[in-house]
T-cell receptor, first 113, second 111 residues
Framework: KAGVTQTPRYLIKTRGQQVTLSCSPI?????VSWYQQTPGQGLQFLFE???????NKGNFPGRFSGRQFSNSRSEMNVSTLELGDSALYLC????????????FGPGTRLTVL | GQQVMQIPQYQHVQEGEDFTTYCNSS?????IQWYKQRPGGHPVFLIQ?????EVKKQKRLTFQFGEAKKNSSLHITATQTTDVGTYFC???????????FGTGTRLQVTL
C-alpha cells in the first residue's frame, strides 16, 4: 500500500499570504489528522477529519482551517500567514480515529518570510 | 488542558549503552503510543499499550504502561547508531478524543 503523501514538500510564503496544503491518506483510511511541528512547541494537533466532517479541533486560531473530500483526501488552509506559522505541517491517517495508530506523511515544510 | 511531558529532553549515549525515556501525563490515558522520528523524517508508529501495567517488547525495545495509566517508559538495551532520533509518547486523555504528543526525547548515539 502506498503511504501518506503530502504536497508540496516545501513552501516559502510571505506574511499576509495564504497557503493550501494537501494530503492523500493511505487507501481505506477515513481519518485524517493534521499536526504542526515546531522546535519550540513540539507536535501540536490541529484538527481531524473523518468522512468529510471535522471531528476534533486543536487550540489554533480560525486562520487555520481544513476540509476533507469524498475520496478522503484532505487539505488544510492557513490564511493571513504570520512569521510564527513557519513549521513542519504533518498529515496523518488512520483507519479509525485520531487517537489510534497514526500513519504520518513526510510533511510540508512551510517558511513564512 | 492535557499535558504530556517526557524526560530527559536529550540524551547522548555511546553505542552499547542502555537508554530510557519517561513519559508522564496530567490525565489518565486510555492508551499510550510511542513514535520515533529520525532526523529530517516524520514520526513513525512503534507500539500501542492499552492495559494498566502492560509491558511489551520489540527486540531491544521494552515499553511499559504505568498502573495508573498516567505514565509510560521506553527502554532501549544496547543502543545502536540506528536508534538515533526523537522518541515521542502520545495518548488521548480527558474528554478530548485526540492524541496529545509528549515533548519528546532526542537520542544521540555515538560509536
Amino acid at each position: 500500500k502506498a503511504g501518506v503523501t503530502q504536497t508540496p514538500r516545501y513552501l516559502i510564503k510571505t506574511r499576509g499570504q495564504q497557503v493550501t496544503l494537501s494530503c492523500s491518506p493511505i487507501s481505506g483510511h477515513r481519518s485524517v489528522s493534521w499536526y504542526q511541528q515546531t522546535p519550540g512547541q513540539g507536535l501540536q494537533f490541529l484538527f481531524e477529519y473523518f468522512s468529510e466532517t471535522q471531528r476534533n479541533k486543536g487550540n489554533f486560531p480560525g486562520r487555520f482551517s481544513g476540509r476533507q473530500f469524498s475520496n478522503s483526501r484532505s487539505e488544510m488552509n492557513v490564511s493571513t500567514l504570520e512569521l510564527g506559522d513557519s513549521a513542519l505541517y504533518l498529515c496523518a491517517s488512520s483507519p479509525r480515529t485520531s487517537y489510534n495508530e497514526q500513519f504520518f506523511g513526510p510533511g510540508t515544510r512551510l517558511t513564512v518570510l | 488542558g492535557q499535558q504530556v511531558m517526557q524526560i530527559p529532553q536529550y540524551q547522548h549515549v555511546q553505542e552499547g549503552e542502555d537508554f530510557t525515556t519517561y513519559c508522564n501525563s496530567s490525565t489518565t490515558l486510555s492508551n499510550i503510543q510511542w513514535y520515533k522520528q529520525r532526523p529530517g523524517g516524520h514520526p513513525v508508529f512503534l507500539i500501542q499499550l492499552v492495559k494498566s501495567g502492560e509491558v511489551k517488547k520489540q527486540k531491544r525495545l521494552t515499553f511499559q504502561f504505568g498502573e495508573a495509566k498516567k505514565n509510560s517508559s521506553l527502554h532501549i538495551t544496547a543502543t545502536q547508531t540506528t536508534d538515533v532520533g526523537t522518541y515521542f509518547c502520545a495518548g488521548p486523555g480527558g474528554t478530548a478524543s485526540k492524541l496529545t504528543f509528549g515533548t519528546g526525547t532526542r537520542l544521540q548515539v555515538t560509536l
